[in-house]
């Protein structure tokens, strides 16, 4: 308890401000709400810090890519990718997809786990690595609206609560906790959404 007490003491106002801000934008992206990217914009905005200060490299330089994602999120969900103004439809991936986004994650988990291990003072480069790339991948799925993009969520966000406590980053690791209820929500919202469309597309 004087271990939880004393994290709790240091945790920055910021961290409190970007979980918050974290929470509106899975609330907006469950409903298929395009301002959930700005809020996505400003809470990986003070993470990319946050995690810089406690030596989660990957981490710190995953949120740098949220930031691209958030501006390319928000254009894709209004514009339908298609520049013709139409709203994104849910789609789902095929098997050789998931294949090909699984194996680019586990190959690149080991490139920058050992670089980042012989080269950097980086906690846990491995595991930091593989939820960073994980995220990587996933956030494109979101972008891209993939239905499949929550249980990779699921997966990834269970890991992160290990890491994020072991860093005391304790309103983070009880934010991704949320998320995996959240997840949960979104997955069967966006399901039930998918089956609405006019037509199930896959890609």
Known sequence: MEALNTAWQAMSGWELVAVLLSVLYLVLAIRQNPWCWPAAFCSTAIF??????VSLLM???LHIYYLAMAVYGGW?????????????PIIRWRASQHLLAITAIVVLTLVSGSLLSDNTSAVR???DSFTSWGAVITTWMVTR???ENWIYWLIFDGLSIFLFLDRGLLLTAGLF?????MVLVGMWKWWHEYKRQPVCASV
């Open 76 to 88: 894709a969900w209004r514009k339908g990718g298609s520049g013709q103004g139409r709203t994104l």
């Open 145 to 147: 609206k993939v239905l």
């Open 48 to 53: 990319s810090v946050l995690f810089w200060n």
């Open 125 to 127: 480069p491995y595991l």
């Open 177 to 181: 906790m949320l998320y995996e209820a």
């Open 59 to 61: 981490e710190s330089a």
